[in-house]
T-cell receptor
Framework: GQNIDQPTEMTATEGAIVQINCTYQ??????LFWYQQHAGEAPTFLSY??LDGLEEKGRFSSFLSRSKGYSYLLLKELQMKDSASYLC??????????WGAGTKLIIKP | ETGVTQTPRHLVMGMTNKKSLKCEQH?????MYWYKQSAKKPLELMFV???????ENNSVPSRFSPECPNSSHLFLHLHTLQPEDSALYLC?????????????FGEGSRLTVL
């Protein structure tokens, strides 16, 4: 079966750096997405990786290693507003999106 | 309005009621989706429509009935639901089905079945 694994919950301190990992086993690979979802709000697109390496977008970066079936989302200079759930999703060979259960990130002052 | 709009935001219904969820997208997209989101579980894809045609029904019970009158509107008709159907129902759209583009989500309809 297809599977996405990510930690259920993480806690970090305001101003610090946090890395949220995502490992996947899917039938083929056509890209990996990270979404942010604040409580009671819509998931919003953060990043997309299809080739190995690091994609940087402001305070957020996303890394992909296809050979290891692994990605991480790196959040720098954490702010209280970064408290949210972070969803990892992989598009398989049929372009179906396979979702992880999400990582709830709690930021403490 | 812009983006993907869902109504109602909250819905409480009894097991014998009939209600509908509505989704409207103002992005000019051609593909629309219904997802179910339960606490601590991955998003579950329910239905996919591409150019108004249903392309996927992910083994969803018949008590959920989708309708897509045009590429901008999507409905989810609900009848004789069960308490385990209580969840957040998310609508999403994308430019083209099967492309590498991202999904744009609505804020969801929080459904409680008593």
């Amino acid at each position: 079966g297809q599977n996405i694994d990510q930690p259920t919950e993480m806690t970090a301190t305001e101003g610090a750096i946090v890395q949220i990992n995502c490992t996947y086993q899917t039938s083929g690979f056509n890209g990996l997405f990270w979404y942010q979802q604040h409580a009671g709000e819509a998931p919003t697109f953060l990043s997309y990786n299809v080739l190995d390496g690091l994609e940087e977008k402001g305070r957020f970066s996303s890394f992909l290693s296809r050979s290891k079936g692994y990605s991480y989302l790196l959040l720098k200079e954490l702010q209280m507003k970064d408290s949210a759930s972070y969803l990892c999703a992989v598009r398989d060979r049929n372009y179906q999106l396979i979702w992880g259960a999400g990582t709830k990130l709690i930021i403490k002052p | 309005e812009t983006g993907v709009t869902q109504t109602p935001r909250h819905l409480v219904m009894g097991m014998t009621n009939k209600k509908s969820l509505k989704c409207e997208q103002h992005l000019g997209h051609n593909a629309m989706y219904w997802y179910k989101q339960s606490a601590k579980k991955p998003l579950e894809l329910m239905f996919v429509y591409n150019f108004k045609e249903q392309t996927e029904n992910n083994s969803v019970p018949s008590r959920f009935s989708p309708e897509c009158p045009n590429s901008s509107h999507l409905f989810l008709h609900l009848h004789t639901l069960q308490p385990e159907d209580s969840a957040l129902y998310l609508c999403a759209s994308s430019q083209v089905l099967g492309s590498a583009g991202e999904l744009f989500f609505g804020e969801g309809s929080r459904l409680t079945v008593l």
